[in-house]
């Protein structure tokens, strides 16, 4: 410590002392250090810790000034056989080591930036900054580690924070559910794999004390935090992702209604506002597509009010639009164009049901309106892609253009899908759409070699084509003209459509854990990615798509080859379905029926929304 003091501008002298001490460390751990023990009446026992209550404090106290000196200093992607005395890394093994049996109000706070600390550097270390994958099969080996030091950090903070008072905001409770959902998106951001967030205990009733407190989080952080936007803001989103859609939908009415209210007290000068402009915006899109994902996969009829409830969000995300935020105001008319695509669909299931139960209300099947609605979807879509192009984008424009009606125009739906495709082309849905376009223009053979390119992504998130790759084998992206041949006159007038960028990106890039002048940790909120980013789809989800993918290759199989040719590939989807057993036993799984005509494969078209419109 005196080194730091003596030469702050060569912190590696003092890093370097601090390194003379790491014998010393390993004695303490070998002789001193043990887990605590349980009493009788179920508390834990520290009585060992306290003896020796001095002799932590200096650990603590060494361990806290290596570890806030290696983050300044050493890259988060070096590991610890690079430099033994410079590498983060090998510092976090002590800490893990020597803190097993400090109970949780010792030194709160220089634990807690120990802790931010570390678990920034799992994030910048591990996020993914290229294109993601098809599916995640499984948690990485990290974030185990990672989880047990949001439970240490979580009995910390229980220990030294209170509930907060009128206009306090509980900002450590914040910042470590920031933290902790930054871990969840560095560890590949699947549904399936946040219930260690969400608050899902575990079934066996063996665990110790420590690994049940890490399947709760964001229910305990709202019993030390009053309506924090922030907190509702990911319950949303992990209860969505997660398959609770009714708890997801009712915690986002509750942000809207907390966040709402203050931004308007504080346009009187009453109260401060809660939420930031952007995160309201993201956060209301979300919600929206969100709804409008929901109920157009739903057959409640029901349904038409929380879809009229999305529509009204659409003009409290306009009132605090930034309009120089192209990405906002392109997702919020891509938002606006998917509400009024529902919005037509579900007035034709409720007229549809309405006639044959004879039930009366006011619903949108009025034939004077679908017409408008699709007009101001298909203008939503157009301006969208036009703002800033994105893969969603074009895909919702494809579709706009495959409906039948005096807006449809296969070629151009065929050259929308062929640019979302490039944008994004591990996603199976789309080689999907575009091969049924291929098959409305009675292009068989271009259509066949995109299905199948698309049910290739199943096996590779399968882990079926690892050695496949290195044998020179095409890549399934897009970009070769054998993949989308398209009338070259017909064309897209390039101002109106660009291309999407394709976002690549080095395997990682340098980073560090802490700046080397900052004096204070920067906020978590820097670590997350936007609500509106893609997320990977979970296992039923690729199971559903590939199943829809394989079903239209039998009907195009029967199209083209007959009822013989068909036989061959309805083995083959079989055989394929026998090998997933066990990875999705829904009912809600789209199924196409064996069709006879080029027309009828069209109709899948006008379909498709409900199954690919996320």
Request: overall charge negative; hydrophobic content about 40%.
């Amino acid at each position: 410590m005196s080194h730091e003091k003596l030469y702050p501008s060569e912190l590696h002298r003092a890093l370097r002392i601090y390194h003379f001490a790491i014998p010393l460390l390993t004695i303490v751990v070998s002789e001193f250090t043990s887990p605590p023990s349980t009493e009788g009446t179920g508390k834990l026992d520290f009585t060992p810790f306290y003896q020796l209550h001095e002799v932590w404090r200096w650990v603590e106290s060494l361990l806290w000034r290596a570890v806030v000196l290696s983050a300044r200093l050493c890259e988060v992607h070096e590991n610890e056989a690079s430099d033994a005395t410079e590498s983060l890394w090998k510092w976090f093994g002590h800490y893990v080591k020597c803190s097993t049996g400090w109970p949780a109000k010792f030194r709160t706070a220089h634990r807690s930036a120990v802790i931010s600390v570390y678990l920034r550097a799992f994030v910048l270390r591990h996020r993914v900054l290229s294109e993601s994958p098809v599916s995640i099969p499984k948690p990485p080996a990290w974030l185990y580690e990672a989880r047990a030091l949001c439970a240490d950090y979580r009995m910390i903070l229980s220990s030294s924070t209170n509930f907060p008072r009128a206009g306090e905001h509980n900002v450590k409770v914040e910042e470590f559910v920031d933290l902790c959902v930054a871990v969840w998106e560095a560890a590949g951001g699947m549904g399936e794999h946040a219930g260690w967030i969400i608050d899902v205990r575990p079934q066996s009733t063996s665990l110790s004390p420590v690994t049940s407190l890490s399947f709760q989080i964001l229910w305990w952080a709202t019993r030390y935090t009053f309506n924090s936007p922030r907190v509702y803001r990911h319950m949303t989103r992990l209860f969505h992702l997660s398959g609770d859609m009714s708890l997801a939908i009712r915690t986002l009415k509750l942000y809207v209604q907390i966040v709402g209210k203050a931004y308007q007290a504080s346009k009187q000068g009453v109260h401060e506002d809660l939420d930031s402009d952007s995160d309201w915006v993201q956060t209301l899109v979300f919600g929206i597509r969100m709804i409008c994902r929901h109920a157009a996969a739903s057959g409640d009829p029901e349904g038409i009010e929380d879809v009229k409830y999305a529509g009204t969000l659409i003009e409290k995300a306009r009132s605090r639009l930034a309009q120089d935020k192209p990405l906002l105001v392109a997702s919020l008319h891509l938002a606006e164009g998917v509400w009024n695509s529902v919005m037509v669909l579900k007035g034709m299931n409720l007229s549809y049901i309405r006639h044959h139960l004879y039930l009366s209300s006011q619903a949108e099947e009025d034939p004077y309106t679908r017409p408008q609605r699709l007009q101001d979807a298909h203008r939503s879509f157009i301006l969208s892609v036009q703002t800033e192009p994105t893969s969603s984008g074009y895909c919702h424009l494809a579709l706009s253009y495959a409906r039948s009606g005096p807006l449809q125009d296969l070629q151009k739906a065929i050259e929308s899908a062929g640019l979302a495709l490039e944008a994004d082309p591990k996603e199976i849905r789309y080689w999907h759409l575009l091969g049924l376009l291929l098959t409305a223009q009675e292009r068989w053979k271009e259509a066949a070699e995109i299905l199948e390119r698309g049910a290739e992504l199943d096996k590779e998130a399968s882990g079926e084509l690892e050695d496949e790759d290195d044998e020179g084998g095409a890549d399934p992206g897009v970009g070769e003209e054998t993949l989308i041949t398209t009338n070259q006159s017909s064309t897209i007038d390039p101002p109106s459509f660009r291309p999407v960028k394709a976002k690549l990106a080095p395997a990682y890039r340098m980073a560090y854990a802490l700046g080397e002048t900052e004096t204070t940790i920067p906020p978590a909120s820097g670590l997350l990615r936007s609500m509106l980013e893609k997320n990977p789809p979970s296992k039923k989800d690729v199971y559903e798509y590939s199943l829809q993918l394989r079903m239209t290759q039998v009907a195009l199989a029967e199209v083209v080859n007959g009822p013989e040719g068909a036989e061959e590939k309805w083995i083959d989807v079989f055989s394929w379905i026998a090998g997933k057993k066990g990875v999705s036993q829904s009912s809600e799984c789209w199924s196409c029926p064996v069709l006879l005509s080029c027309d009828e494969l069209l109709i899948i078209v006008n379909r498709f929304p409900s199954t690919i419109a996320r």
